[in-house]
C-alpha cells in the first residue's frame, strides 16, 4: 500500500472518528442533522440523508460522488444537483443510500473537510435579528461570513457563493447552524471547537420539573414526559418559554416538532388549550411544571425538543429573534428531500 492510498484511508477514518464525536455531542448535532464530507481524488465522500452522525463508527453512513460533474451541475444551476442522487458512484454505495440534502454546499467549499453542525451556541446567535453585526466581535480573528437564511440545498449553496471568498472557512447560516472547513480532519476539528468557544453564550439556571404534575397531565392525554430532564427548561424559563412560542428557529425543529411551540396560557389548563384545535401540538410548554410531548413524536423529535431548550436558555432578555416564517415553513414540511429523509431515518433507527 503507498503513501497516497494510506493516507486516503487514514483521514476517511479519522473523518468517521470525528463524525461520531460530534455527532454524540447534543450541543453540536441533534439527531439525523449535521453532516461531515471529504474530497478525495475528484470523489466528495458526504454524509448519506437520514443517517446519524453518531453511527459513523458503527454503520456505513458515507456516499460517494463525483464532484467534477456534480459542481458542473451546480454552477449551471441544474435542478438534478439538489439530490445528487446522480452524481453518486453506485458501485461504491452498496447500500443505495442517498446524499445529504446539503450535498451542493459541501461540495461548493474548495476546502477538503467540510464539518457542518446545529451548533446550539451558533443558532442562539443565527436566530437574532441583529446576528451579524453582534458576531463583528467575537469572530474578528476568524474567516467568516454571515449567510441570510434559505432553505437548504440549492438555494442555501448559491447564498454561500454569493457572500464568500475562497479563503473563506467559517460560516454562520441564520437560523440554522455552523459550518467550519479546512484542508484536514484534524484542522476542521481545531476550528470547530475554536469557534465554538468564540460563541459561547452564558445559560439561565432553571428549578427542576415537576414530574408528579406532568405525569397526571399526561395520563388524561395522548402526551407523555421527554426522555432527556434538560428538555424541561424551555418550559421552566419565562423567557425561553416565551422565544420558543413565538414561532420556529430553525429548520429541523420545523421538519420533527412543526412550527414553533405551544404554552399554555395563564390559567389555562391543558384540554381546554387542546379544545377545538386542528392540529395537535406536538410538543407543549407547561409553566411551573415542565415539557410534554405527543405521544407520536420521534426520537428525532425528543432531541429537536432538547434542542429547543438548551438554544433558548442562550437567548438573552431584549434580543431581537428571528423566526422562519410561515411560508419557510410550509416549504420545509412539504419538501420531498426532508419527507424522504424522516422515512430513511425511521427505517435506519429499526434496523
Given at each position: 500500500?503507498?503513501?497516497?492510498?494510506?493516507?486516503y484511508?487514514?483521514?476517511?477514518?479519522?473523518?468517521?472518528?470525528?463524525?461520531?464525536?460530534?455527532?454524540?455531542?447534543?450541543?453540536?448535532?441533534?439527531?439525523?442533522?449535521?453532516?461531515?464530507?471529504?474530497?478525495?481524488?475528484?470523489?466528495?465522500?458526504?454524509?448519506?440523508?437520514?443517517?446519524?452522525?453518531?453511527?459513523?463508527?458503527?454503520?456505513?453512513?458515507?456516499?460517494?460522488?463525483?464532484?467534477?460533474?456534480?459542481?458542473?451541475?451546480?454552477?449551471?444551476n441544474?435542478?438534478?444537483?439538489?439530490?445528487?442522487?446522480?452524481?453518486?458512484?453506485e458501485?461504491?454505495?452498496?447500500?443505495?443510500?442517498?446524499?445529504?440534502?446539503?450535498?451542493?454546499?459541501?461540495?461548493?467549499?474548495?476546502?477538503?473537510?467540510?464539518?457542518?453542525?446545529?451548533?446550539?451556541?451558533?443558532?442562539?446567535?443565527?436566530?437574532r435579528?441583529?446576528?451579524?453585526t453582534?458576531?463583528?466581535?467575537?469572530?474578528?480573528?476568524?474567516?467568516?461570513?454571515?449567510?441570510?437564511?434559505?432553505?437548504?440545498?440549492?438555494?442555501?449553496?448559491?447564498?454561500?457563493?454569493?457572500?464568500?471568498?475562497?479563503?473563506?472557512?467559517?460560516?454562520?447560516?441564520?437560523?440554522?447552524?455552523?459550518?467550519v472547513?479546512?484542508?484536514?480532519?484534524?484542522?476542521a476539528?481545531?476550528?470547530?471547537?475554536?469557534?465554538?468557544?468564540?460563541?459561547?453564550?452564558?445559560?439561565?439556571?432553571?428549578?427542576?420539573?415537576?414530574h408528579?404534575?406532568?405525569?397526571?397531565?399526561?395520563?388524561e392525554?395522548?402526551?407523555?414526559?421527554?426522555?432527556?430532564?434538560?428538555?424541561?427548561?424551555?418550559?421552566?424559563?419565562?423567557?425561553?418559554?416565551?422565544?420558543?412560542?413565538?414561532?420556529?428557529?430553525?429548520?429541523?425543529?420545523?421538519?420533527?416538532?412543526?412550527?414553533?411551540?405551544?404554552?399554555?396560557?395563564?390559567?389555562?389548563t391543558?384540554?381546554?388549550?387542546?379544545?377545538?384545535?386542528?392540529?395537535?401540538?406536538?410538543?407543549?410548554?407547561?409553566?411551573d411544571?415542565?415539557?410534554?410531548?405527543h405521544?407520536?413524536?420521534?426520537?428525532?423529535g425528543?432531541?429537536?425538543?432538547?434542542?429547543?431548550?438548551?438554544?433558548?436558555?442562550?437567548?438573552?432578555?431584549?434580543?431581537?429573534?428571528?423566526?422562519?416564517?410561515?411560508?419557510?415553513?410550509?416549504e420545509?414540511?412539504?419538501?420531498?428531500?426532508e419527507?424522504?429523509?424522516?422515512?430513511?431515518?425511521?427505517?435506519?433507527?429499526?434496523s
Amino acid at each position: 500500500m503507498n503513501q497516497d492510498t494510506t493516507e486516503y484511508r487514514d483521514e476517511l477514518v479519522a473523518l468517521r472518528r470525528l463524525s461520531a464525536r460530534i455527532g454524540k455531542d447534543p450541543a453540536l448535532v441533534q439527531a439525523a442533522g449535521g453532516n461531515t464530507s471529504i474530497k478525495q481524488e475528484g470523489v466528495l465522500w458526504i454524509k448519506a440523508s437520514g443517517t446519524w452522525l453518531s453511527q459513523a463508527l458503527e454503520r456505513n453512513i458515507m456516499v460517494p460522488v463525483r464532484l467534477k460533474p456534480l459542481l458542473a451541475a451546480l454552477a449551471a444551476n441544474d435542478p438534478a444537483a439538489e439530490k445528487a442522487q446522480g452524481f453518486v458512484i453506485e458501485d461504491a454505495n452498496p447500500e443505495n443510500l442517498r446524499p445529504s440534502i446539503e450535498t451542493t454546499l459541501h461540495a461548493a467549499m474548495p476546502q477538503k473537510v467540510v464539518v457542518h453542525a446545529h451548533c446550539v451556541e451558533t443558532i442562539a446567535w443565527s436566530a437574532r435579528r441583529d446576528g451579524e453585526t453582534a458576531l463583528q466581535d467575537k469572530l474578528r480573528d476568524f474567516d467568516w461570513a454571515w449567510i441570510p437564511y434559505v432553505r437548504p440545498g440549492l438555494p442555501l449553496s448559491r447564498a454561500i457563493a454569493e457572500r464568500t471568498s475562497e479563503t473563506t472557512s467559517v460560516l454562520i447560516l441564520a437560523n440554522h447552524g455552523l459550518v467550519v472547513a479546512a484542508d484536514s480532519v484534524a484542522e476542521a476539528e481545531k476550528l470547530l471547537a475554536a469557534v465554538g468557544e468564540a460563541l459561547r453564550n452564558p445559560t439561565r439556571d432553571l428549578p427542576a420539573a415537576k414530574h408528579e404534575k406532568l405525569t397526571a397531565i399526561a395520563a388524561e392525554l395522548p402526551y407523555r414526559l421527554p426522555r432527556h430532564s434538560d428538555s424541561h427548561a424551555v418550559a421552566l424559563d419565562p423567557l425561553s418559554r416565551r422565544i420558543a412560542s413565538g414561532g420556529s428557529l430553525y429548520p429541523d425543529h420545523v421538519i420533527f416538532l412543526g412550527s414553533g411551540a405551544t404554552a399554555l396560557a395563564p390559567g389555562e389548563t391543558p384540554k381546554q388549550m387542546l379544545a377545538g384545535r386542528e392540529q395537535t401540538p406536538a410538543i407543549l410548554l407547561i409553566p411551573d411544571a415542565g415539557t410534554l410531548l405527543h405521544e407520536s413524536v420521534s426520537e428525532s423529535g425528543e432531541e429537536l425538543a432538547r434542542c429547543l431548550a438548551h438554544v433558548t436558555s442562550r437567548i438573552a432578555a431584549e434580543t431581537p429573534v428571528r423566526y422562519l416564517t410561515a411560508e419557510q415553513d410550509d416549504e420545509l414540511l412539504n419538501w420531498d428531500a426532508e419527507k424522504y429523509r424522516k422515512q430513511l431515518e425511521a427505517q435506519l433507527l429499526e434496523s
